[in-house]
Nanobody
Framework: VQLQASGGGVVQAGDFLRLSCTPSGRTFSTYVMSWFRQAPGKEREFVSGIGSIGTIRYADSVSGRFTISRDNARNTVDLQMTNLKPEDTAMYYC?????????????????WGQGTQVTVSS
């Protein structure tokens, strides 16, 4: 399985971005696709995820500002980020967990994309 993340960039506080994750290769009937982020000097943290049956979760820090969705026509999982803040600056990774269970810890995910940088200036 390969995950291709795209959509990062440099924006100002209050702006928006949309990240997309495109999976290829083996498919799974039961899975969770999530976005994580990692800022310099910090641990990788869960941002948002969507399960194969539609379950959605958000980190408290992004709830109300970020929206995750699955676009079946484009075969992508998108993360719409609005009202971006400087503290959202990080490398964003998409990840896939195959099988049952919706977990937010990065060690529970089997496949990772290469990351896309989001930088928000104040």
């Amino acid at each position: 399985v390969q995950l291709q993340a795209s959509g990062g960039g440099v924006v100002q506080a209050g702006d928006f971005l949309r990240l997309s994750c495109t999976p290829s290769g083996r498919t799974f009937s039961t899975y969770v696709m999530s976005w994580f982020r990692q800022a310099p000097g910090k641990e990788r943290e869960f941002v948002s995820g969507i399960g194969s049956i539609g379950t959605i979760r958000y980190a408290d820090s992004v709830s109300g500002r970020f929206t995750i969705s699955r676009d079946n026509a484009r075969n992508t999982v998108d993360l719409q980020m609005t009202n971006l803040k400087p503290e959202d600056t990080a490398m964003y990774y998409c990840a896939l967990r195959s099988g049952r269970g919706f977990f937010t810890g990065p060690t529970n995910y089997d496949y990772w994309g290469q990351g896309t940088q989001v930088t928000v200036s104040s």
